[in-house]
């Protein structure tokens, strides 16, 4: 079974560009969450989709952040315009049920110049 | 906030000796997931307990978790030079669906 994969796997943008991440969730995994981690601080939750509804979104940032699933498939999570401090690594993970375990891909590290 | 906090943030041991990583979390929680994560590599899911639950294995793995102290704890034994990573735990909360809270990890090191 193919697991959670993030594409890309680093980019490095200016301020001001956009940049858009894909996830690609486990076949069959109707939960799907984006995470960050900003550089020394923990993992941060951003938001969740069961199927292609956002269930929660209370972690993102501000409306720079737009997250996609549209047909409740792969997911992407667009920053436009890019600053300095979305630099991080953004994670995505997925789960068959809630509560179950969350599989998370490799990560997209981002790198705002 | 109901992070979780993992404690120490460093453990450097010898290769062989058994590793202990504490976390604690504020709030009531629905399960407790450890994850390692290898130097620039993701996340890799360890083990789940659920909060009706005191312990679980997982070959070398021993968990606990102590609801009435909102902590639990990672024991990996007879440790190798392929554990070196950093440990997270994460709680998924009994009201705030299921997104996890992560604590900044233990980072461990087994010198060979």
């Known amino acids: 079974e193919a697991g959670v994969t993030q594409f890309p796997s680093h980019s490095v943008i200016e301020k001001g560009q956009t940049v858009t991440l894909r996830c690609d969730p486990i076949s069959g995994h109707d939960n799907l969450y984006w995470y960050r981690r900003v550089m020394g601080k923990e993992i941060k939750f951003l938001l969740h989709?069961?199927?292609?509804?956002?269930?929660?979104e209370s972690g993102m940032p501000n409306n720079r952040f737009l997250a996609e699933r549209t047909g409740g498939t792969y997911s992407t999570l667009k920053v436009q315009p890019a600053e300095l401090e979305d630099s991080g690594v953004y994670f995505c993970?997925?789960?068959?049920?809630?509560?179950?375990?969350?599989?998370f891909g490799p990560g997209t590290r981002l790198t705002v110049l | 906030s109901q992070q979780g906090e993992e404690d120490p943030q460093a453990l450097s041991i010898q290769e062989g000796e058994n590793a202990t990583m504490n976390c604690s979390y504020k709030?009531?929680?629905?399960?407790l997931q450890w994850y390692r994560q290898n130097s620039g590599r993701g996340l890799v899911h360890l083990i789940l307990?659920?909060?009706?639950?005191r312990e679980k294995h997982s070959g070398r793995l021993r968990v606990t978790l102590d609801t009435s102290k909102k902590s639990s704890s990672l024991l990996i034994t007879a440790s190798r030079a392929a554990d070196t990573a950093s440990y997270f735990c994460a709680t998924g909360g009994k009201n705030t669906g299921n997104q996890f809270y992560f604590g900044t990890g233990t980072s461990l090191t087994v010198i060979p």
């Open positions: 993970a997925s789960s068959h049920y809630r509560y179950n375990e969350q599989f």
């Open positions: 989709f069961v199927k292609e509804s956002k269930q929660d």
């Open positions: 709030t009531s929680i629905n399960n």
């Open positions: 307990i659920r909060s009706n639950e």
